[in-house]
């Protein structure tokens, strides 16, 4: 079974930083990874999908890698601001085998506090 | 749009009591959907996925069903809710582009 684990559990960090947090799988049979943020008491907003054939997807100071081989991605946020402070979320979802849906397996998530 | 609809927002509900949660999705047809619940301290535990009308799967034995009578809804139900019941629950819609989640119903039972 596919096992996800996020580092670190919990982050503070001033403003301006530029930070990383990681993500590690234990199957790499994997359809895609995606990551997500989820604000206290809210759903979750999808921020990068990257498929198993790509090595990095990049949305505005967001940038997601994968190593598919070695089992692991990494969220780099650049030039934090508190607004960018919430749960950040790593999911991967396993490789179709032959129907027509695939799980998503999440680790616990790195709670993130960006101060002014 | 991938709108994913959930009501209600909060619920708080007695040890015994039944349980209807109900999930909307816009966009196309025949979406894959799923059932997620998020507990305090824990991760985020797929209970349902159906990939069509009156199809379900359950990932965990528990005290929880699911329905889905139209292509749309999907629907999370119990009969008595117990205590362990409590938690964030979550609705959301899988394609090849990726999830899409609801806004979630959080549930606490008393």
């Known amino acids: 079974k596919q096992e996800v684990t996020q580092i670190p559990a919990a982050l503070s960090v001033p403003e301006g930083e530029n930070l990383v947090l990681n993500c590690s799988f234990t199957d790499s049979a994997i359809y895609n990874l995606q990551w997500f943020r989820q604000d206290p008491g809210k759903g979750l907003t999808s921020l990068l999908l990257?498929?198993?054939?790509?090595r990095e997807q990049t949305s505005g100071r967001l940038n997601a890698s994968l190593d598919k081989s070695s089992g692991r991605s990494t969220l780099y946020i650049a030039a934090s601001q508190p607004g960018d402070s919430a749960t950040y979320l790593c999911?991967?979802?396993?490789?179709?085998?032959?129907?027509?849906?695939?799980?998503?397996?999440f680790g616990r998530g790195t709670q993130l506090t960006v101060w002014p | 749009s991938q709108t994913i609809h959930q009501w209600p927002a909060t619920l708080v509900q007695p040890v015994g009591s039944p349980l209807s949660l109900e999930c909307t999705v816009e966009?196309?047809?025949?979406?894959?959907l799923y059932w997620y619940r998020q507990a305090a301290g824990r991760g985020l535990q797929l209970l349902f996925y159906?990939?069509?009308?009156?199809?379900i799967s359950s990932e965990v034995p528990q005290n929880l069903s699911a329905s889905r009578p139209q292509d749309r809804q999907f629907i999370l139900s119990s009969k008595k809710l117990l205590l362990s019941d409590s938690g964030f629950y979550l609705c959301?819609?899988?394609?090849?582009?990726?999830?899409?989640f609801g806004s979630g119903t959080r549930l606490t039972v008393v």
């Open positions: 959301a819609r899988g394609t090849v582009h990726g999830y899409t």
């Open positions: 999911a991967v979802e396993e490789a179709d085998r032959g129907s027509t849906l695939g799980r998503l397996y």
């Open positions: 990257i498929q198993s054939s790509q």
């Open positions: 966009g196309t047809s025949n979406p894959n």
């Open positions: 159906s990939v069509g009308i009156g199809q």
